[in-house]
C-alpha cells in the first residue's frame, strides 16, 4: 500500500516536472490546450505522463468517442449537487439548446481532468497549466467527471451478480468463505484535494 502511494507520488512529481519544463520551453502560449494532443510532437511525446493513455491518439481518439454526437461541446456547466448536462435520453433536445458561453472549450477541460486524475495534482495546479480559473477549473472538472460517468455507464453495462460469479476466481470462496460477491473493487488510495469550503 505505502509502495502503492509513493509510486503515485513520484509519478506525479515527474508529470508536474516535465509539465513545467515543457511549458517553460514555450515561447509563444505558456499552457496546454486539447489541440496540443493533436498538433504539438513534444506534447504528443509526453501524452502518457500527462493523461495516462498509452499515447496522444488514445487520448483523442476516446474524446472524439465521447462526443461522438456533439454531446460534450453542449454540456453545461456543474451548478449545484444536481447534475445539470445533458442526460442521454434529452440529447436530442438538448442539441436545441445554447449553453452560457465559457471562456475555455470542453475538450481543453477534457485534458485537464485527465491530466488531473493521472497526476493527482491540486485542481489549482491543474487550472494553472491550463490558463482556467480555479473556481471555473472546478465546477468544469465536476461536469466533466459526471459527464464521463453517465457515458461510461451507458456504454458498458454494469455486471450482474451472476455474471461476477460466473468469472469469480475459484481463490476467492477458498479465502472469504462464500460465493457472495456483489461487486470486486480494483482500486489503490491515494491522496485526494479535500474542499476548502
Not at 456504454?155 to 451472476?162: G, L
Request: glycine share 4%; charged share 25%; hydrophobic share 40%.
Amino acid at each position: 500500500m505505502n509502495r502503492d502511494i509513493e509510486e503515485h507520488r513520484l509519478r506525479s512529481e515527474r508529470a508536474v516536472t516535465e509539465t513545467h519544463e515543457l511549458l517553460d520551453s514555450r515561447s509563444t502560449r505558456p499552457y496546454l490546450r486539447f489541440a496540443d494532443l493533436r498538433d504539438d510532437p513534444v506534447v504528443q511525446g509526453k501524452a502518457a505522463a500527462l493523461t495516462g493513455f498509452a499515447s496522444a491518439d488514445v487520448a483523442v481518439a476516446f474524446w472524439d468517442l465521447l462526443n461522438h454526437d456533439g454531446a460534450a461541446w453542449r454540456m453545461k456547466m456543474w451548478k449545484s449537487a444536481a447534475y445539470s448536462g445533458p442526460e442521454p435520453e434529452n440529447r436530442k433536445r438538448a442539441a436545441t439548446v445554447r449553453p452560457k458561453r465559457h471562456k475555455f472549450k470542453w475538450e481543453d477541460v477534457y485534458f485537464m481532468f485527465w491530466f488531473h486524475v493521472n497526476c493527482g495534482d491540486t485542481q489549482e495546479v491543474a487550472a494553472t497549466f491550463f490558463n482556467i480559473e480555479e473556481s471555473t477549473a472546478s465546477q468544469a472538472l465536476v461536469s466533466m467527471t459526471s459527464f464521463q460517468d453517465e457515458f461510461l455507464l451507458l456504454e458498458f453495462e454494469q455486471p450482474t451478480p451472476e455474471m461476477i460469479r460466473v468469472v469469480m476466481p475459484p481463490g476467492f470462496e477458498r479465502v472469504y468463505g462464500t460465493k457472495h460477491v456483489q461487486e470486486i473493487f480494483d482500486a489503490c488510495e491515494g491522496p485526494i484535494e479535500v474542499p476548502s469550503s
